[in-house]
């Protein structure tokens, strides 16, 4: 039985995110993603100017006349969303939780997906895989996968994103477009990204606070991390300690603005301070130009 909470907020998401598609995302996801390959539609009989390499030699020697194939460019697309859903996720010093704007973005590209008839599937990680519903069409299907999202509860609050990226690579076998969601703190998933990144079109969306940035001077404060639990009192009116911790985040992103850079995997910076409508938006009318 499904909350009646829970589906209020699904029902919130749908009726918000549909009207964003409907104006603005639809037609760009569809200009952007495009088909990937030809397929089989149908044979017909041979006129000169046709290549010779596309005849049919099996109904041309059935009929005695020469037949060609006729191809058709295939427009379904397999989206997936790879969603870390570790204790990271779920901090928000504004007024969203990240795993709640990881549900609206999902809702958002989901739904641009089922309007183009397009197929959504989802893998939710944490320190491991903790969730795979394979792809599927629908509207009803996309409405699944949001709600798992957004009344998910993890088993464990750590983050190995590697495990994730290589459990994709093996399940997933048809090329999709791939939409990473975290918020990346962690370590030693860059040679699986490169693989994944290989064979899928691989976008990253990468979730931030702005307090894991910067902290404000409030005197002794006790931060819990919250993936392991870990405690630390810290004094944030220190200029040495907010000099240290301004490089540190600072690093980070340098480092994983590198490792998109150097994969060609795009990056679409979501930060939770500002609506995520325009940096979507941007992204849309880069990828268009490509």
Known sequence: MIPATLLKKVRKIEIRTTRLVNDLFGGEYESVFKGQGIEFADVREYV??????SIDWNVTARTGHPFVKKFVETRELTVFFLVDMSGSQYFGSIDKLKSEIAAEITAILAFSAVK??????LLIATEGVEKFIPVKKGRNHALRVIREILGYQPQKKKTNLKEAIEYLYRV??????VFLISDFMDDGYEK?????????DVVAIHLHDPLEQQLPKVGLLELVDRETGKTM???TSSPQFQKRFRQTTDQKLAALEKLFKRLQIDRIDIPANASYIEPLFKFFKSREKK
């Open 48 to 53: 000169p100017g046709d290549d010779v390499r």
């Open 116 to 121: 183009n008839n397009d197929k959504t599937g």
């Open 172 to 177: 997933q076998t048809r090329t999709s477009v």
């Open 192 to 200: 699986a990204l490169k693989i994944l990144s290989q064979k899928h």
């Open 233 to 235: 009192l810290v004094d």
